[in-house]
């Protein structure tokens, strides 16, 4: 489950006090809005989407009022925008009016389960409200921490200290961000990102840090996330039939993250690994049917349940299955193969055959017995395919794949076809 937005993010922080802006929802009367106008001067009007959609503000879609006559334009002009972020679509439900926060600084700041340090990981920049990949290396902090001792004041100092950031602002952020990892390990959050954190001077002449946008995954194995007693339908509502099928799989050992690329791509990637993840999804781009992560050493059932859902949805249109990943350190590559292999069998049987390339990158704990079982399945449904063992880069065996795609789309398709007896 993914929160992104003050409306929900300002409630999330209230329960570790740490400031946010003032945020008025959809439903707030004109008196509210006008009395928010007159203590602070500007207002934001934001579009409500659920899920990620990009930049918003990149793409005109944050009206800004110092009246109440302007606020209600924008109000009209945004209560049902619709926004399209690369094949992604999404239409507004509603709106919130946020108070403008002066500031000379903005902070990005973030927390996350890293995978390269295996262990949660603050990042964290001065020269924030932008994309951080924009930023040189110089200009970042990513700093890993002890999940046992915590999330203490000295991280962030530290942090700040790497990237020579104002004095001024150190000591209110060390003070105030830790704060964060209570909200981030106490209610079972994967990632918890703020940016901009915008430094206000308070009465006192201070520096206050005031989070101004939010955005948080959780972790929907670990069930920390419930106490928080959030709406069903909070983020559901943008997941296609396939993401909610798989995502009911999450009870399990394993993972199973799955995003909707493009409904019309014809790559299906069955990918283990976050770094695989985003080196595929990028690499594959609109050719690409699904984003996807089933690493985590998932048992053979799950595999073979996530496969039937995978084929069910995306076979038919599918040119190149593609089954791929690092070198695992504890996936046990029979046990997902088998299920893979199993499923596709099960599908030919129920569907009937169709032409179809398989290309496996793989490395891992019973790695020749894992493609000795798909070879044997790939054979037997007469299906072509190549293997590729870790020693492969990654980037050539993907350049393979979308190779291959080509090939089938001028007419390697109907060759297989004919090989394999279709009509």
């Known amino acids: 489950m993914q929160i992104t937005g003050m409306l929900w993010g ?22 509210q809005i006008k009395d928010m106008i007159d203590r602070w001067g500007t207002i934001f009007i934001k579009p409500i989407f659920k899920g990620g959609v990009g930049k918003k503000g990149k ?9 109440l006559a302007t606020a209600m334009k924008e109000k009209e002009r945004l209560y049902f925008v619709e926004h399209r972020h690369g094949n992604a679509f999404a239409k507004a439900e509603g709106v919130t009016f946020e108070s403008a926060i002066p500031a000379q600084y903005e902070i990005y700041a973030s927390i996350s389960d890293n995978t390269r ?13 932008m994309d951080i990949e924009e ?15 915590g999330f203490k004041g000295f991280v962030v100092n530290n942090a700040l200290n790497k990237i020579n950031a104002p004095n001024e602002i150190i000591s209110p952020l060390v003070q105030n961000l830790p704060k964060l990892w209570d909200l981030f390990h106490s209610y079972g959050m994967a990632t918890l990102e703020l940016n901009p954190i915008r430094m206000m001077v308070n009465e006192r002449g201070r520096l206050v840090p005031v989070a101004c946008d939010f955005k948080c995954m959780f972790d929907t194995d670990d069930p920390k996330w419930k106490r928080l007693d959030l709406p069903d339908d909070l983020d559901t509502s943008s997941y296609s039939d396939f993401e909610l099928e798989v995502n009911q799989l999450r009870t399990y050992q394993g993972q199973s993250d799955v995003f909707v690329i493009n409904e019309l791509g014809s790559i299906t990637a069955m990918t283990f690994g976050g770094g695989a993840n985003a080196l595929v999804t990028e690499l594959l781009g609109d050719k690409g049917t699904i984003s996807s992560d089933f690493g985590g050493n998932p048992p053979y059932q799950k595999m073979f349940e996530i496969s039937r859902i995978v084929y069910k949805h995306w076979l038919k249109q599918t040119n190149v299955l593609f089954i791929i990943g690092g070198k695992a350190n504890n996936t046990d590559i029979y046990e997902t193969f088998r299920g893979m292999a199993n499923a596709l069998r099960e599908y030919f049987n129920t569907h009937g055959p169709q032409p179809l390339y398989v290309v496996v990158g793989r490395g891992g704990p019973n790695l020749v017995r894992g493609l000795a079982y798909m070879k044997d399945t790939l054979d037997a449904l007469g299906i072509p395919y190549r293997m590729f063992g870790h020693d492969s880069a990654m980037s050539g065996v993907v350049n393979y794949a979308i190779d291959i795609d080509n090939w089938m789309s001028q007419g390697g398709k109907e060759i297989i076809a004919k090989q394999m007896g279709i009509n």
Request: zero cysteines; aromatic letters at 6%.
């Open 10 to 31: 300002s409630k999330l922080l209230n329960y570790v006090g740490f400031p946010t802006s003032e945020v008025l929802g959809a439903e707030a009367k004109t008196d």
């Open 117 to 129: 340090f295996r262990a949660p990981t603050l990042t964290i920049t001065h020269h924030g409200g």
């Open 59 to 67: 793409a005109g879609l944050i009206g800004k009022a110092s009246d």
């Open 135 to 149: 930023l040189p290396p110089d200009k970042i902090a990513t700093i890993p921490f002890d999940a046992l001792t």
